[in-house]
């Protein structure tokens, strides 16, 4: 298994610009989610999905959108990029129990985001 | 509102001393606790639960309810125990799996 895959590793944009980071994972983890991460801030969750068809807002949600068409992928789109989205992006799944709590999260590697 | 908190940026020890990184955390229900630790050009990956009550790489965590906190502890540091650690609470039961993290601690382990 691969595990949570994120693409591209690296990007650069500059303000204004739109891209989708890409996640995608083959271990058929109903839940999926997205957490950037900042110096001094720790991680903090964009947006989650327990299930296809099902999204959620997290704790920074704005400027981000998410969509989960399918089990395996979960696309964060920027719209319209600012400087402020400058950060590193991990995407984490795992599976989901409504009784089974302590589930643990699987990561990616990360995309490293620069806005300009 | 849930809240996790690690007081220290950077913990520097050195090979051989004990390690203590703290972890509190505010949460008005039944907090489930986990530490998570990032290796340099590694992914962030479980290091331990509080639930099961485990002892991972020689590191132990102790719930206490009392004082809300959750300290990863580990009586003699190695070098490759050099990493970022985070403390995590889940409150997404029934919603997802969903963790508050706090800002991480730097343990750096000299020789």
């Known amino acids: 298994n691969a595990g949570v895959t994120q693409t591209p590793k690296f990007q650069v944009l500059k303000t204004g610009q739109s891209m989708t980071l890409q996640c995608a994972q083959d271990m058929n983890h109903e839940y999926m989610s997205w957490y950037r991460q900042d110096p001094g801030m720790g991680l903090r969750l964009i947006h989650y999905s327990v299930g296809a068809g099902i999204t959620d807002q997290g704790e920074v949600p704005n400027g981000y959108n998410v969509s989960r068409s399918t089990t395996e992928d979960f696309p964060l789109r920027l719209l319209s990029a600012a400087p402020s989205q400058t950060s590193v992006y991990f995407c984490?799944?795992?599976?989901?129990?409504?009784?089974?709590?302590?589930?643990?999260?699987?990561f990616g590697n990360g995309t490293r985001l620069t806005v300009t | 509102a849930q809240r996790v908190t690690q007081p220290e940026k950077l913990l520097s020890v050195f090979k051989g001393a004990p390690v203590e990184l703290k972890c509190n955390y505010s949460y008005s229900g039944s907090p489930e606790l986990f530490w998570y630790v990032q290796y340099s050009r590694q992914r962030l990956q479980l290091l331990l639960r509080?639930?099961s009550r485990e002892s991972i790489k020689g590191f132990t965590a102790d719930l206490n309810k009392g004082e809300t906190s959750f300290h990863l502890k580990k009586p003699f540091a190695q070098e490759e125990d050099s990493a970022m650690y985070y403390c995590?609470?889940?409150?997404?039961?029934?919603?997802?799996?969903?963790?508050?993290f706090g800002t991480g601690t730097q343990l750096k382990v000299e020789l």
């Open positions: 509080h639930i």
């Open positions: 984490a799944s795992s599976l989901q129990g409504r009784d089974s709590p302590n589930l643990p999260l699987h």
């Open positions: 995590a609470l889940q409150t997404g039961r029934g919603g997802g799996n969903k963790l508050t």
